[in-house]
């Protein structure tokens, strides 16, 4: 089975943390950080049992700043 590196995008609501995987779609949460990526892991690894799809070249993350009024 091939292992997969994937992008985890995580912000804070409220009292949990909502975690995202853009490559896929999928999305979690959790009332910590480390709980949010391992829900949004299982979520992701069962999404990927019904929809398989192809190895994605690994993404590049960066920041930046923006002003604003």
């Known amino acids: 089975m091939p292992v997969q590196t994937l992008t985890a995008v995580i912000h804070k609501e409220d009292d949990l943390y909502v975690a995202e995987c853009p ?8 009332s910590s950080i480390e709980e949010a990526v391992a829900n949004l892991k299982e979520a992701t ?16 993350l ?3 700043e923006a002003t604003h009024a």
Not at 23 to 30: F, H, N
Request: no cysteine; net charge negative.
């Open 62 to 64: 960066t920041t930046f």
């Open 23 to 30: 490559e896929i779609g999928t999305v979690s949460q959790g």
């Open 45 to 60: 690894e069962l999404y990927l049992e019904e929809f398989p799809m192809p190895l994605v070249p690994r993404v590049l």
